[in-house]
């Protein structure tokens, strides 16, 4: 085993088409050799693009790699909609598409930046009545999802053709693209779904950093654990004390830490830049452990 995967790191993935998150954990547990490798930010089977994934004690990281912003790069057909909201999905509905639809496209973007709140697909894992909402949906049964908070960052108008359009949007997590295809089309007058969807960026990493699963030097891609969490989220500075306390899951207090600059999780590095554990600020000034490493 590679000294990267003993202590743990993070690959960036370019998901291919046609298989699940999980199905790409499996793969890399065969070629890597070991059981410890979870995934942050699930990407739809029929998505691409940006999948990060950790191996390691960086799966401890799982829940922070990923909160930020995402960059998705999507095309939508009109005139036609499925019950996945997507190509992988059956067909539902058809529609006419407003000849001036391609007119009328940047008015309903704006309005699509301005979004606050957003009604997940109902084929999605979002737990409702105790179930999937997905396996509610395969069990035909009629739902509703309830709305849900999402900020919208940019979209960017990429092209229109006869009735499909392509656009790139940075959102924040929890924001749905299939659903952004369903609103934006019913803004038009009709009924869509996406028939690509690429994902180009998840927070600091990128496409462009990301390898295939074919790749023969995975070990070599994997980023170290200090690298990825200080990209990932703010860092803090420990005392030799502070690495002490924080080690065995004591409070910090103040003067042993320093670069806190807000109440969010840090990743808090001892004097030799090890990483420690993940911790956050307090109203009362003391800083805690949230995660050890």
């Known amino acids: 085993m590679s000294p990267r995967l003993r202590v743990g790191g993070v690959l960036i993935v370019d998901k291919p088409s046609g298989m699940t998150s999980h199905d790409v954990v499996?793969?890399?547990?065969?070629?890597?050799?070991?059981?410890?490798?979870?995934?942050?930010?699930?990407?739809?089977?029929?998505?691409?693009?940006?999948?990060?994934?950790?191996?390691?004690?960086?799966?401890?990281?799982?829940?922070?790699?990923?909160?930020?912003?995402?960059?998705?790069?999507?095309?939508?057909?009109?005139?036609?909609?499925?019950?996945?909201?997507?190509?992988?999905?059956?067909?539902?509905?058809?529609?006419?598409?407003?000849?001036?639809?391609?007119?009328?496209?940047?008015?309903?973007?704006?309005?699509?930046?301005?979004?606050?709140?957003?009604?997940?697909?109902?084929?999605?894992?979002?737990?409702?009545?105790?179930?999937?909402?997905?396996?509610?949906?395969?069990?035909?049964?009629?739902?509703?999802?309830?709305?849900?908070?999402?900020?919208?960052?940019?979209?960017?108008l990429l092209g229109a053709g006869e009735s499909e359009f392509s656009a790139r949007l940075t959102v924040e997590k929890g924001y749905y693209v299939r659903a952004f295809a369903r609103d934006l089309a019913a803004r038009l007058d009709t009924v869509g779904h996406v028939t690509s969807l690429r994902r180009t960026r998840s927070h600091p990493f990128t496409v462009e950093e990301a390898c295939s699963l074919e790749a023969p030097d995975l070990d070599a891609r994997i980023l170290p654990l200090e690298t990825a969490a200080a990209r990932a989220m703010p860092a803090a500075q420990l005392t030799e004390q502070g690495a002490r306390d924080a080690a065995c899951g004591r409070a910090v207090a103040k003067e042993n830490i320093a670069g806190v600059l807000s109440d969010a999780v840090h990743a808090w590095f001892d004097p030799t830049g090890k990483l420690v554990a993940l911790g956050e600020r307090r109203a009362d000034e003391r800083h805690f452990v949230v995660r050890g490493i």
Do not use: C, W
């Open 26 to 156: 499996q793969r890399l547990r065969k070629r890597l050799k070991t059981r410890a490798i979870g995934h942050a930010g699930t990407l739809d089977p029929m998505a691409t693009g940006v999948l990060v994934v950790a191996i390691g004690t960086a799966t401890k990281l799982v829940p922070y790699l990923t909160l930020a912003d995402k960059t998705y790069e999507v095309t939508v057909k009109l005139g036609v909609t499925t019950d996945s909201l997507d190509a992988d999905g059956a067909v539902t509905e058809h529609a006419a598409v407003p000849a001036d639809f391609a007119a009328r496209l940047p008015e309903a973007i704006a309005r699509e930046v301005e979004r606050l709140e957003q009604v997940p697909p109902n084929v999605s894992a979002i737990h409702h009545e105790g179930m999937r909402a997905h396996e509610l949906a395969r069990q035909g049964r009629e739902f509703q999802l309830a709305a849900r908070p999402v900020q919208v960052r940019s979209i960017e």
